[in-house]
Nanobody, 116 residues
């Protein structure tokens, strides 16, 4: 059974930082493409950051230079470090894992709220 469990969300003031974690089980973590999505109220879900099995990263333009995605294959965990947070970063953040058969699994999401 695949499980992705996000943690680390919360309330922070604008300009502050938060770190999200995604603990995975039931998958061969090291071979999975990991992503962080977010969905704000009334908006479509968007891919914020991703990291492939080789450690190559990609970011949505609005978070470049502020967010950092990382993975620790020994701990089966992906991370999203978010700095210089803005109110527009407020959303539910979801962790995803995509395997080599293009099957994608989703976590339950964690709320991030940035106050102005």
């Amino acid at each position: 059974q695949v499980q992705l469990v996000e943690s680390g969300g919360g309330l922070v003031q604008a300009g502050g930082s938060l770190g999200l974690s995604c603990a995975a089980s039931g998958i061969i973590f090291s071979s999975n493409f990991m992503g962080w999505y977010r969905q704000a109220p009334g908006k479509q879900r968007e891919l914020v950051a991703s990291i492939d099995s080789g450690g190559r990263t990609n970011y949505e333009d609005s978070v470049k230079g502020r967010f950092t995605i990382a993975r620790d294959n020994a701990k089966n965990t992906a991370y999203l470090q978010m700095n210089s947070l803005k109110p527009e970063d407020t959303a539910v953040y979801y962790c995803t894992a995509t395997n080599r058969r293009a099957q994608t699994y989703w976590g339950q999401g964690t709320q991030v709220t940035v106050s102005s």
